[in-house]
């Protein structure tokens, strides 16, 4: 480990920078030597960034240390709050000679804890949240530049500023950052047109291991020269370097969207579905989202004004599904709005839906996005819940809900599925609540070792992922260890040395065993 | 280097597979233990795949030696052809266990001599062109597994047969393989609307540099598990690894495509024709093709019976452009057509066009694209010209082809502008010409080198790349180290390092300094 020895006194001693008072304990001459370390770390950092942007207070560092979940409490030596590309160089500068690991962290909304610094009280919280401008919006290239710390609420209205739509679209959108979107690669729901960050990402700008600056901030749709390095970045986590600005792409914006919700019997209508409605409108079809029944009637209990205006398909024993779908038109709405009643007509009439409701308003359109966003918050107030964010084949996704549902249930007997997601993308939040009667808790600390196993084991069977969106962070490190190829953890592990050889990025996160300089 | 020092008389000797008859020269023990090793590399080979798959002879590997513009003649121990991915594993451990560097070779048909081995006669030659089968089509999934052998043109016909679209799409379709686009992260003709050979591949398999196996055949739209090594080596030019086997995504196949042309008198209205289009059609919109005027009249010269309906804009003298537009209806064809009408009429009420024809039979629609494709053709029966495959942002390639043309024009008058390309991806193929007159193959000899200098410097001040599908190979290795920073080619050589440490894949492709190990 390249953070060296932890000790416990450090994070209390650390935050004056200077070595003043009187020690309870007696130092020993490593402690002492790291303790001198840590101190001129910060001194270099304070004459780097100013004073008052390195925090070193408790009540300071706190909304740093834990991660959105509540999953993870770290401890840092300092959070470090650069403004500038040039800043975030410096920093790194001080970590290397000084020997200091760095985790950035944008909006501190991720699920993986891929943000949170470790216990050891030793690593330093490198925060973007002062790297915030739009650089240029450049309107004739449909390309916007934006630093790492910028809200992905704030590009997306810089480019609604300039009649443009930036698509990345999820829910922490207002506080989450582009430079966090892009190191955990987000997903959302406009992944089906639009691809997921790396796929709106055109170029980087990223402070290396060796604190230079890497300016690949091309605004190209063709580039080919040389490798991708910009890929490798996006999606590391943070373990590979420091986001600091990217050029994305931005679309025209559409004349209008058009949504609808459908029931369907099973999965595999679903996904007939999701077919027809490719065929029939290809690009035009921007969303398809999928949710079980039991995550209607959760909605329902939890925020009754968001209403399904449709019945339970199939009866009250039955399995259903809703279905949302959304069409943007660049034509107009009532182009859109035909060819989706079209589409649900012919769709009811092969018998593939139950029954189909289009949003005649944009309020009603907006309620039947909500109750799709409310998913997780119902969940959240009903009790803590198993979770997997797991993506496979769309082929794959009737036969792995049916079998894994009845796996669950041989197990569980009682535990209530509520299975949603993006479904045009192959992607599921699988997720399990406790059986009514059964204290949340209780369930969640029983099952969730082995019935993480379970699911991964169901989803590595048929060439899925066990983490569609999400990343894996500190969350599933262990699961990444056991899932992967020996060859591929070895080509990571090439890649984390070759770029990061020190392991002063974000270590720990993502792979397991950190690389031995 | 790994490749060890050459000798004139190894590719003679070496074909026979053992050390027999007269030599003319004396062989230092260095050279007599390399051609030791050459000798057990064969063998190695010869019992992997078999004697018939081991070419030595000089007129069977002739086909292998010569690039496909015929700028580049190499030399090489052997041709391996092997047949599966384990004998691709099996020829790369050879190759380690001799030190002998391997030169992947698809179809032959690169633009910048990227699988033409180098004059030495010590590297081998691996072709992919036994690794020919469609391993799967998943119409669900809509994807398919092929590998890195097939050609283009089969998987577009697999793709087809199962009512699906594999958009990739370029004038050596019937020859580049698979693995060669990936290989090169090749461009053509349908970017704008489904990106380069990168965005259509969901992931790959690879023998790495340790002969092992490397299975990310994944069918995924979503998985954020790790460093995107697929990206990686997607583009990298057989420098990092042998691609033998690729996941690509298949779209569901439009009911319609309807083509126009259209005169426009200045690359901006060209820009702005592009703008409209994509507020209008989005998505629909799949190809956006530039022509200056001199393309329309060499096309008129050399191939008669393609003939441009429209005439040159603003008369005699002006400098006019032509576009191809085709839009992809997944409707009808009806619907397509209207809404193509009814964008070039608004765009000539608004005097961005000069005049439009939309074709009105598939015919027709095929002269529009023959015309485009036949570009090249045309230039070459007119001689040899400087050739320029660069990108920039939209916004930027009005000024730079004025710009760049008048700095062209004052300093070799007379020379004439075959601009073309792929206007909506940023695209040129920025060709000269010489001036009428002048012999073709004096004035490349005399104009190639500083002309390419004062394009790329102009390329490289806007923020463009100098090579947007063709690669780099051999042909621009000392502009890219030219053009990229120290950074950039830093992270570059230590990512080369990483991969391939002893400089076993395509030495002296892409980046110049072969990394010491």
């Known amino acids: 480990m390249s953070t060296g020895p932890t000790h416990a006194g450090a994070a209390e001693r650390l935050p004056d920078g200077a070595r003043t008072g009187t020690r309870a304990t007696i130092e020993t001459p490593a402690q002492a030597e790291r303790g001198a370390a840590l101190g001129a770390f910060l001194a270099d950092c304070r004459a780097a960034l100013g004073d008052t942007h390195v ?27 650069p403004a500038s590309t040039a800043e975030v160089a410096a920093v790194v500068a001080a970590a290397n000679k000084h020997d200091i690991a760095l985790v950035t962290q944008g909006g501190n909304t991720g699920h993986a804890g891929g943000a949170t610094p470790d216990a050891s009280g030793a690593q330093a919280v490198l925060s973007t949240n002062r790297l915030r401008r739009i650089r240029a919006l450049d309107a004739a ?39 966090g979107n892009l190191a955990t690669n987000a997903g959302g729901t406009a992944v089906l047109r639009h691809g997921n960050a790396r796929a709106l990402c055109l170029g980087l700008e990223v402070v290396t291991a060796d604190a230079q600056v890497w300016d690949g901030l091309r605004a190209l749709r063709k580039d080919n020269t040389g490798y991708d390095l910009r890929d490798l970045f996006i999606g590391a986590e943070g373990t590979l370097g420091v986001i600091t600005a990217a050029v994305l792409k931005l679309q025209p914006m559409p004349a209008a969207s058009v949504t609808a919700v459908a029931t369907v019997d099973t999965c595999d209508d679903a996904l007939r579905l999701l077919a027809l409605a490719r065929a029939r409108a290809d690009a035009l079809l921007t969303g398809f989202e999928l949710m079980s029944w039991y995550c209607v009637e959760l909605i329902d209990s939890h925020f009754p004004t968001l209403r399904m205006p449709l019945a339970r398909p199939g009866g009250a024993t039955a399995n259903g599904f809703a279905v949302l779908l959304e069409l943007s038109d ?30 005649q308003s944009l309020a009603q359109s907006q309620t039947f996005w909500a109750m799709r966003e409310h998913i997780p918050l119902a969940q959240a107030r009903d009790g803590l819940n198993v979770k997997h964010d797991i993506a496979l084949p769309i082929s794959a996704i009737g036969e792995f809900i049916s079998s894994t549902d009845r796996a669950i249930a041989a197990r569980w007997p009682g535990a209530r599925m509520v299975t949603f997601g993006h479904l045009g ?55 990444l260890a056991r899932y992967k190829s020996p060859v591929e953890l070895a080509l990571m592990t090439a890649v984390k040395r070759a770029l990061d050889p020190h392991n002063r990025f974000n270590p720990g996160k993502v792979i397991a065993a950190p690389p031995v300089p």
Chains 1, 2 share one sequence.
Request: hydrophobic content about 40%.
């Open 425 to 479: 993308d192959g992607n599921l939040h699988y997720n399990v609540q406790a059986p009514v009667g059964q204290d949340p808790a209780d369930f969640l600390r029983a099952a969730q070792a082995p019935m993480n196993r379970l699911v991964y084991d169901q989803v590595h069977a048929r060439g899925g992922s066990i983490s569609a969106e999400h990343g894996i962070g500190q969350l599933k490190v262990d699961d």
């Open 141 to 179: 290239n449909d390309t916007i530049t934006v630093e790492a710390g910028c809200a992905l609420a704030d590009v997306q209205a810089a480019a609604r500023a300039a009649g443009r739509l930036f698509p990345l679209s999820l829910a922490s959108e207002g506080s989450c950052t582009i430079g």
């Open 55 to 81: 925090l070193t207070a408790a009540s300071a560092q706190a909304p740093f240390l834990t991660d959105w979940r509540k999953r993870y409490t770290g401890r840092a030596c300092a959070v470090l709050r």
């Open 330 to 359: 660049h034509e107009s709405e009532a182009h859109g709005r035909a060819l989706l009643e079209r589409l649900l007509a012919d769709a009811s009439n092969e018998g593939v839906v139950r029954d189909a409701v289009v949003a």
